[in-house]
C-alpha cells in the first residue's frame, strides 16, 4: 500500500477539529482521540514554558472484522521546512538536545464515548526507533525527516476479536516542553511541522501474519496528519525528487 507523506501548505479542511471517524483508515489528533470531536488537526504553542506536554493520539477503523488482533505496529514520520531536524525535535538518540522529551503510553481517556481501548486497559509497549530510515520518503530530505515506530501488543489472555467500523485508541505519544526556553534551551519550537501517522498494522495471532490489515489512510482526508505551529505541510503529496520547500507549497495555492 503506498504510504503518502510530505508537502506544504495546510489546506482549511486539515485546520479543524476531526469529526467521527467515518470510513476504514488511520487518525492522528493532538489532545484526544479524532472520533471525539474534540481533538485539533493543528498546534500551536507560545514555546514560552519549560514544562507541560503536548499529547498526541493514535486511532484506527478496520474495514472488517478481524478475529484474535493482539497487537499494532504504527509508524509516524515527521518532517521540517528547515534545512535540517530543529533541535527541539532531536530525540531519544544519546547527545541529543531533547533526549527524554518524547515518550508514549497507552493509558486510553476514560472519558472517551467514541473511541475504544481495543486492547481493554492490557496493552503495554514503546518506542522502537526515532531516526532517519526514509521509507518512500525523498532522499533528499533525509536531514529534515525522523521515522518513528512504535509497537502495541496485548498478553495472550488479552487477545480480542474487533469488529468494522469501530474507532479503536491504540496509544498515545508524548512531547514535553523541557528545554524550550532559558539557559540550555533547545532552538526550534517555534519551527513549524508536519507530523503523518503513515501507517497502522493491526497484528493477528493467526495465521502468521497473513491476516494481518495494514492501514495507511485516514478515515478521511487529512485526519491522519497533524501540524506544529499552524503553518506546517498538509503532507498530501510525496515529492518526487528534491524540490525546495517553497516549490512544494506553491503546488497548494
Known amino acids: 500500500m503506498k504510504r503518502r507523506l ?8 486539515m485546520l479543524c477539529v476531526a469529526s467521527v471517524a ?8 493532538w489532545n484526544s482521540c479524532a472520533g471525539e470531536g474534540t481533538g485539533a488537526n493543528n498546534k500551536t504553542s507560545a514555546c514560552a514554558v519549560n514544562t507541560g ?3 498526541l493520539v493514535t486511532s484506527f477503523v478496520l474495514p472488517a472484522d478481524l478475529a484474535a488482533v493482539n497487537g499494532n505496529e504504527l509508524v509516524i514520520d515527521v518532517l521540517t521546512q528547515a534545512a535540517t531536524l530543529p533541535d527541539w525535535w532531536a ?8 533526549v527524554s522529551s518524547l515518550g508514549f503510553n497507552v493509558t486510553a481517556n476514560a472519558s472517551d464515548v467514541v473511541c475504544i481501548d481495543w486492547g481493554a486497559g492490557q496493552s503495554a509497549g514503546g518506542i522502537g526507533a526515532y531516526s532517519q530510515e526514509l521509507g518512500t520518503i525523498d532522499p533528499g530530505l533525509l536531514a ?6 512504535i509497537a502495541v501488543a496485548v498478553p495472550l489472555s488479552a487477545i480480542a476479536d474487533l469488529t468494522q467500523d469501530t474507532e479503536y485508541f491504540s ?21 513549524p511541522m ?9 497484528t493477528t495471532n493467526i495465521g502468521g501474519g497473513t491476516n494481518d490489515v495494514v492501514l495507511g489512510a485516514g478515515t478521511s482526508a487529512g485526519s491522519n496528519i497533524v501540524t506544529w505551529q499552524g503553518l506546517g505541510p498538509n503532507c498530501q503529496a510525496v515529492p518526487t525528487r528534491n524540490t525546495t520547500w517553497g516549490a512544494v507549497k506553491a503546488l497548494y495555492r
Open 22 to 29: 467515518s470510513a476504514a483508515g488511520i487518525n492522528l489528533s
Open 171 to 191: 496509544c498515545n505519544i508524548t512531547i514535553n516542553n523541557a528545554k524550550t526556553v532559558g539557559a540550555g534551551a533547545c532552538a526550534g519550537c517555534t519551527e
Open 6 to 13: 510530505l508537502g506544504m501548505g495546510v489546506v482549511a479542511a
Open 53 to 55: 506536554s503536548n499529547l
Open 91 to 98: 530525540f531519544k538518540d544519546a547527545g541529543t538536545c531533547r
Open 144 to 149: 529534515q525527516h525522523r521515522r518513528l515506530k
Open 194 to 202: 508536519c507530523i503523518v501517522l503513515n501507517s497502522v498494522r493491526v
